[in-house]
T-cell receptor
Framework: DAKTTQPTSMDCAEGRAANLPCNHSTISGNEYVYWYRQIHSQGPQYIIHGLKNNETNEMASLIITEDRKSSTLILPHATLRDTAVYYCIVRGRGGSNYKLTFGKGTLLTVNP | DTEVTQTPKHLVMGMTNKKSLKCEQHMGHRAMYWYKQKAKKPPELMFVYSYEKLSINESVPSRFSPECPNSSLLNLHLHALQPEDSALYLC????????????????FGPGTRLLVL
């Protein structure tokens, strides 16, 4: 699976959009971009995933660049409860696709 | 419903004790996973069960013994653990385990925080 690079930490004001970047320059054509988050001492929570097209669900939007080398997770109106570590994970078909390989993630702190 | 439940939430055990962690899901998923997360580290895969059979063991010491009694339940039996085994133990499930070549979303439980004294 391709490696990902995320900022160690980010801050966001409550009510504003939080934009979390992820670089995955070695991603291959059949690899998906997954986002999970982990609120302190809880289990990871699935947020969203995508292959090529931008995706949106009730939690967030995922914007994938045309060359697929980077993506951005957008939380449109961040709340204090969105404070968590956000993991960007690239996963492909076959091979070790059975497991999630978590990196260090981005600690997002939403401030009042 | 994407709920995975785990019991107990917290567990303290001595190095000579035997204990078990339990995980349950009712999403009809046929793959279940155990991950281990040490403090300030990301989760790491331990075991994968697919269709009630152990399909992946990530070189986990034998003092950890997984069991899958049926498609909804996953246990992790603990025996003669060491203090360095203290961690958050996470259970997850997905539809089939990716054996068909697909990429599946895994859903996690809240975890069991284990302290070995």
């Amino acid at each position: 699976d391709a490696k990902t690079t995320q900022p160690t930490s980010m801050d966001c004001a409550e009510g504003r959009a939080a934009n979390l970047p992820c670089n995955h320059s070695t991603i291959s054509g059949n690899e998906y971009v997954y986002w999970y988050r982990q609120i302190h001492s809880q289990g990871p929570q699935y947020i969203i995933h995508g292959l090529k097209n931008n995706e949106t669900n009730e939690m967030a939007s995922l914007i994938i660049t045309e060359d697929r080398k980077s993506s951005t997770l957008i939380l449109p109106h961040a709340t204090l409860r969105d404070t968590a570590v956000y993991y960007c994970i690239v996963r492909g078909r076959g091979g070790s696709n059975y497991k999630l390989t978590f990196g260090k993630g981005t600690l997002l702190t939403v401030n009042p | 419903d994407t709920e995975v439940t785990q019991t107990p939430k917290h567990l303290v055990m001595g190095m000579t004790n035997k204990k078990s962690l339990k995980c349950e899901q009712h999403m009809g998923h046929r793959a279940m996973y155990w991950y281990k997360q040490k403090a300030k580290k990301p989760p790491e895969l331990m075991f994968v069960y697919s269709y009630e059979k152990l399909s992946i063991n990530e070189s986990v010491p034998s003092r950890f013994s997984p069991e899958c009694p049926n498609s909804s339940l996953l246990n992790l039996h603990l025996h003669a653990l060491q203090p360095e085994d203290s961690a958050l133990y996470l259970c997850a499930s997905s539809q089939t385990g990716g054996g068909q070549g697909g990429v599946e979303t895994q859903y996690f439980g809240p975890g069991t925080r284990l302290l070995v004294l």
